[in-house]
């Protein structure tokens, strides 16, 4: 077995036949299938069940409700294939979708094969994609690996075709219990381990927005917390990687940025939980990075000083 295709399933299906019809068209045929229904309410777990009985590759497993980083480890451990991609249950992929991955590793022998997406919004469809080539992990194509960050290529699980022995080796697994950004963590644990990235520009997987007011609809979540959080986590790996071109150190700056504008413009927050979310950890990484930043508001400079809370408070309202 080449590939092993997981896909966590759970109340989506509206959706869910569409996404197993696609795998089934694959024009790539050593794989199979690992439904993960993770306590689904709808009818989602029959149509597993139904697609099961009619192609031996797709094996379903029925679990309580657990959230998608048990459904995905669950299908890591059941996983036979030299191989293993990632699908979500309410998208769907082009027919060439595995044999480009596939065909990718093969030719250059890499250690994660990392392919485009089409955005599926309501209204209109874009394409995301990054330079085609060889990436090595490191300072000597920090510009690469950066494209591929601020494309949030590496973000997610979909897209990639993992080997399965770096995960299982060394007992990679998506973290139980995090509400946002367990694919990043996933991700940034897998690089430990490898060296180089190939990426291909081909956009044949379709990464479904069901609506703009969702948390899937944008890159990122409006949560501090979970924004800055993520932000230490990517900038921890960047250090220990030796990625420090000036491409890099400006990304992580205009990152750490955006969070501060987020913090204070997109959340109705109190004078003390914007003073709270102004740690002296956090004002000293903004002033570390202050150099690298693209212009910002002035008021949002002057919030580094700790006296002007009470602004930002105000311009908060005023947006609203």
């Given at each position: 077995m080449?590939?092993?295709?997981?896909?966590p399933v759970y109340n989506t299906e509206a959706y869910?036949?569409?996404c197993?019809?696609?795998?089934i068209a694959q024009q790539f045929e050593d794989w199979e299938c690992l439904l993960i229904d993770d306590g689904s309410n709808d009818r989602s777990s029959s149509i597993c069940d139904l697609y099961a009985s009619r192609d031996g590759r797709f094996k379903v497993f029925h679990i309580v409700n657990s959230g998608v980083s048990a459904a995905r480890n669950l299908g890591i451990e059941h996983a036979s294939g030299t191989y293993i991609a990632f699908i979500d249950s309410d998208d769907t992929v082009a027919k060439s979708y595995l044999s480009r991955l596939y065909e990718a590793m093969m030719q250059v022998?890499?250690?994660?094969?990392v392919g485009g997406m089409k955005l599926v919004r309501p209204l209109a469809t874009e394409i995301n994609t990054a330079t085609q080539g060889l990436v090595i992990i490191g300072s000597e194509d920090s510009n690469r690996f950066v494209e591929l960050n601020r494309k949030f290529l590496l973000y997610g699980p979909v897209v990639k075709l993992y080997h399965s022995y770096i995960i299982k080796s060394n007992n990679i697994r998506f973290p139980s219990g995090v509400q946002y950004g367990e694919d990043l963590i996933f991700n940034l644990e897998y690089l430990k381990y490898v060296t180089n990235i190939f990426v291909i520009n081909t956009a044949d997987y379709n990464y479904r927005i069901l609506s703009e007011g969702s948390l899937s609809s944008s890159a990122h979540s409006r949560n501090f917390a979970n924004?800055?959080?993520q932000w230490k986590i990517i900038c921890?790996?960047?250090k220990r990687k030796k990625i420090n071109s000036s491409n890099a150190q400006i990304y992580l700056s205009n990152r750490l940025w955006g969070i501060a504008y987020d913090l204070v413009m997109s959340n109705k927050l109190s004078v003390k939980e914007i003073k709270n979310a102004f740690s002296i950890e956090f004002?000293?990484?903004?002033?570390?990075?202050?150099?690298?930043?693209i212009p910002i508001p002035s008021w949002l400079r002057m919030g580094m000083s700790g006296k002007f809370y009470r602004l930002m408070w105000l311009i908060q309202r005023r947006a609203k």
């Open positions: 080449e590939i092993s295709v997981i896909i869910l036949e569409e197993l019809d696609s795998v022998d890499a250690e994660l094969i924004n800055y959080t921890s790996f960047f004002l000293n990484d903004l002033r570390a990075f202050n150099k690298y930043t």
